[in-house]
C-alpha cells in the first residue's frame, strides 16, 4: 500500500493564480481531509469528507474548494491564490469509527509570491 | 467548539530521563478521543498514541503513555527514557464524536522537544 500520497510536494504559484494539489489514499478508507500547517500555528482544518460526494468545510475553508467523486481522490483546489495560503498543506484520511487515527500525507509546501 | 492547549512552546530534556509533554482540552461533545502526533524535522505526522473519552484505562504504546485526567480535561504525553531521536515538534489533537456529520482533528500549537545527550 502507498497510503496518503500527495502532489506536487512543492509549488510556487503568484497571486492570482489558480492550482489544484493532489490528494489519493489507497486504503478503501471513507473519511479524507485537508489540513494547513503554518509557523506556530499547529494544523488546522480546511475541509473535510466523510464519504464520496460529501463534503463540508472545516476552521479555514475561504479561498479552497474540494471535491470527492471517488473513495481514493480527495483534491483542494486554490481558486486564486494570495500569499496568506503559503503554507504546508497535509491530506488525512482514516477509517471506520471516531476513535481511528489519521494517516497523513508527506505534505505540499505552497509559496505564493 | 473544540480548543487543544499545549502551554510548553519548547522543551529541554537530558537524554534518558523521562518527558511529560502537557495538553489540555476544552469540548463540549459528550464522546471524543484524544490523539498524539510526533512530527520530526524532515515533516511528516507519526501517529503515536489513542486515549478515548470513555476508556477506562490510560492508554500506553511502548515507551509512550498517556495521563488521561477526564476531569480536568487533561491528556498529558509520557514519554519514558528519552532518545535522542525524541527530538521533534509534538501534537495533541483531538476528534469529537462527530455529531452532525463533522469530522476532523483540531490541533493544540505544538511542543518542541529537544532531547540532549
Known amino acids: 500500500n502507498a497510503g496518503v500520497t500527495q502532489t506536487p510536494k512543492f509549488q510556487v504559484l503568484k497571486t492570482g493564480q489558480s492550482m489544484t494539489l493532489q490528494c489519493a489514499q489507497d486504503?478503501?478508507?471513507?473519511?479524507m481531509s485537508w489540513y494547513r500547517q503554518d509557523p506556530g500555528m499547529g494544523l488546522r482544518l480546511i475541509h473535510y469528507?466523510?464519504?464520496?460526494?460529501?463534503?463540508d468545510q472545516g476552521e479555514v475553508p475561504n479561498g479552497y474548494n474540494v471535491s470527492r467523486s471517488t473513495t481514493e481522490d480527495f483534491p483542494l483546489r486554490l481558486l486564486s491564490a494570495a500569499p496568506s495560503q503559503t503554507s504546508v498543506y497535509f491530506c488525512?484520511?482514516?477509517?471506520?469509527?471516531?476513535?481511528?487515527?489519521?494517516?497523513f500525507g508527506p505534505g505540499t509546501r505552497l509559496t505564493v509570491t | 467548539a473544540q480548543k487543544i492547549t499545549q502551554t510548553q512552546p519548547g522543551m529541554f530534556v537530558q537524554e534518558k530521563e523521562a518527558v511529560t509533554l502537557d495538553c489540555t482540552y476544552d469540548t463540549s461533545d459528550p464522546s471524543y478521543g484524544l490523539f498524539w502526533y510526533k512530527q520530526p524535522s524532515s515533516g511528516e505526522m507519526i501517529f503515536l498514541i489513542y486515549?478515548?473519552?470513555?476508556?477506562?484505562q490510560n492508554a500506553t504504546e511502548g515507551r509512550y503513555s498517556l495521563n488521561f485526567q477526564k476531569a480536568r480535561k487533561s491528556a498529558n504525553l509520557v514519554i519514558s527514557a528519552s532518545q535522542l531521536g525524541d527530538s521533534a515538534m509534538y501534537f495533541c489533537?483531538?476528534?469529537?464524536?462527530?455529531?452532525?456529520?463533522?469530522?476532523?482533528?483540531?490541533f493544540g500549537k505544538g511542543t518542541h522537544l529537544i532531547i540532549q545527550p
Open positions: 486515549q478515548g473519552s470513555y476508556d477506562q
Open positions: 469528507s466523510v464519504g464520496a460526494g460529501i463534503t
Open positions: 488525512a484520511s482514516r477509517g471506520g469509527g471516531p476513535d481511528y487515527e489519521q494517516y
Open positions: 486504503m478503501n478508507h471513507e473519511y
Open positions: 489533537a483531538m476528534r469529537g464524536s462527530g455529531g452532525g456529520g463533522a469530522d476532523g482533528l483540531t
